[in-house]
């Protein structure tokens, strides 16, 4: 057996900071929302060992609720789940923040609209320990079937952009620009404004398999900028004033990311993510999905610049495990979703590498949730 990531410490409530004002009617919200999509079993259970059967108990009770105030809510997470700090073995805990970006776009080429975000090819399989083909990286959660059904890489940015998958009709949409197109394949969704005012959602469906490169850190190796200089804006101004560059650039990064079109979303929520519902701002939390178990409540207590201006302070707050990412990797390790558009990305911009404490709720054995 490995040795577990982290070990759990257990708090009571009032060792949280800021616990009383931690949004609690918010996050009930949320995990309300979650638990509506769970199935008697409830979520699979990961690396920290927290118990989905035990979370789909409480996440009943929850649905059997009604919506709760902030009191109320506190006194529903206090009833079922017991705090504990996640202390990781190694490594360091940090957050960082992410957001849902608006764009321009046709569903047609146009003179302005020539860039294209794809949808998954249906020659893209899923793989994991059971069907990874020799010599295809451990790391790698997708390949490609070639027609004699041999399991391969599949192609990457550079091959992609060169016209891997032309003529396949996976074109979703077709915005504007490339470096915006590529701010979408980080983020993984976005909110496309079509002629005649529609507007058009995108969710990550899959990727191409490659590892991701941040880009960002290329520059700051290259000695563009410092690390405390560089922010999402510094990159995307630089990309932006130097397209030759850029695309060379922006190719390091091999990792290339699949949409999917979701209708018929709360327009005041994000897209569907990896837990199966709509991502809440400054709720919802991206983390190592092979550690933490979808659904779980979870405790952040860090200092954000989150003021109008990029002040920093405190943030308190209760949030629910419902999405991933290929950069989210460690037990104390989040990405926060921030919100929709411009503002929201330039406050996701500024949180880079924030230490935090984590404290996952834990809930209560041989409650059933009540």
Do not use: C
């Not at 040795?3 to 918010?26: I, K, Q, R, V």
């Not at 805990?93 to 080429?109: C, I, K, N, Q, V």
């Not at 990874?132 to 091959?159: I, K, M, Q």
């Not at 490169?213 to 932006?240: P, Q």
Request: overall charge negative; charged content about 25%.
């Amino acid at each position: 057996m490995s040795e577990p990531a982290a070990d759990l410490e257990p708090l009571t409530f009032a060792d949280l900071p800021g616990w009383a004002a931690a949004g609690h009617a918010a996050a009930f919200a949320a995990f309300r929302r979650q638990a509506a999509v769970w199935g008697e079993a409830g979520p699979k259970t990961r690396g920290l060992g927290i118990d989905g059967a035990a979370l789909a108990a409480a996440g009943r009770a929850a649905l059997e609720t009604a919506t709760l105030d902030d009191t109320a809510a506190r006194a529903f997470f206090e009833a079922r789940f017991t705090p504990a700090r996640v202390v990781p073995r190694t490594g360091s805990a940090f957050l960082t923040g992410y957001y849902e970006p608006e764009l321009d776009g046709s569903r047609r080429p146009t003179a302005r609209f020539r860039v294209a975000l794809l949808a998954r090819p249906d020659d893209l399989v899923d793989v994991d320990d059971t069907n990874r083909p020799p010599g295809l990286d451990p790391s790698y959660a997708f390949a490609r079937r070639t027609a004699d059904g041999a399991l391969v890489a599949s192609f990457d940015r550079g091959e992609i952009e060169d016209g891997a998958l032309a003529g396949r009709g996976l074109e979703l949409v077709f915005v504007e620009d490339p470096v915006d197109a590529f701010f979408v394949h980080v983020q993984g969704s976005a909110r496309i404004r079509l002629d005649g005012g529609s507007v058009m959602r995108l969710a990550y469906a899959a990727k191409a398999g490659h590892p991701y490169t941040s880009i960002a850190k290329v520059l700051i190796a290259r000695g563009v900028a410092t690390a405390n200089e560089m922010t999402a804006d510094v990159l995307r101004v630089w990309l932006k004033a130097n397209p030759t560059e850029a695309s060379a650039l922006m190719r390091t990064n091999r990792s290339y990311v699949f949409f999917a079109e979701q209708p018929d979303l709360d327009p005041d929520l994000g897209a569907v993510a990896a837990a199966k519902v709509q991502l809440t701002p400054r709720v919802s939390l991206a983390v190592d999905r092979t550690l933490h178990t979808f659904g779980t409540p979870i405790f952040v207590d860090a200092e954000l610049p989150l003021g109008e201006d990029g002040e920093t302070g405190p943030f308190h707050r209760l949030m629910i495990a419902q999405d991933t990412g290929s950069a989210i990797v460690g037990p104390a390790r989040g990405d926060v979703f921030v919100g929709l558009g411009e503002t929201a990305g330039g406050i996701a911009g500024r949180i880079r590498h924030v230490p935090n404490e984590f404290v996952v709720l834990v809930p209560r054995a041989g409650e059933g949730g009540r």
